[in-house]
């Protein structure tokens, strides 16, 4: 039998990716200010997932500081546009200057508004969604998801270790729509770092 490393969480803290200066900047200020970032290690998670999968056009659903949405417009092929949805008109006008300092601005729309009525008058097609807002609104965006994402698209969800999230949990599990796996995870630097994600894929 395989021995286990030792100590595997401070042994994996060490793996945390490197990030640029502006990166660093909104994690001091998402720590200072408490606001809510993905952090590096999920960061370069979904840098690693639209980069994979070929993602032209992705729809992120939260925006808070822009932290997240730069990792997925950094990751698209020429001509790719990240749309992203954010209700605090601060944090979007804070968010559209990131993407600024970033080089990202003719990559990423921010549209302001309540999430689930910004989706319900949507009709673009999506290769992937991001899905990151209050975690009750989880259940009631899972119809929204399926309608703008495209068969075959991919759907990455954070936080769906929060108790809000258990609705959502147990509706992509059941559904025939979707074939969806729950990770249990060890994520440094994200908040909080024992979380859980979930992956799924728009099968019909």
Request: proline content about 5%; hydrophobic content about 50%; glycine content about 6%.
């Amino acid at each position: 039998m395989s021995v286990m490393i030792p100590e595997m969480e401070d042994y994996f803290r060490g793996f945390i990716p490197p990030r640029d200066a502006l990166l660093l900047e909104l994690e001091e200020e998402a720590a200072r200010e408490s606001i809510p970032i993905v952090g590096p290690v999920v960061g370069e998670f979904l840098y690693i997932l639209a980069r994979a999968t070929g993602a032209k056009k992705i729809l992120e659903l939260g925006t808070a500081s822009g932290y997240s949405a730069i990792y997925l417009a950094r990751a698209l092929p020429d001509g790719g546009k990240v749309i992203t949805l954010e209700l605090n008109p601060d944090m979007a006008s804070r968010a559209r200057a990131n993407f600024l300092k970033a080089g990202l601005a003719s990559r990423v729309k921010v549209r302001e508004g309540q999430a689930l009525e910004s989706m319900a008058a949507m009709t673009e097609t999506f290769d992937l969604i991001f899905l990151d807002i209050d975690k009750e609104s989880y259940a009631p965006a899972l119809p929204h998801c399926r309608r703008l994402l495209k068969l075959g698209g991919l759907l990455l969800v954070d936080n769906v270790g929060f108790a809000g999230a258990d609705a959502f949990n147990r509706e992509i599990f059941a559904a025939k729509s979707w074939r969806a796996v729950h990770l249990l995870s060890f994520l440094p630097q994200h908040s909080p770092e024992k979380d859980a994600l979930t992956l799924a894929v728009r099968v019909e």
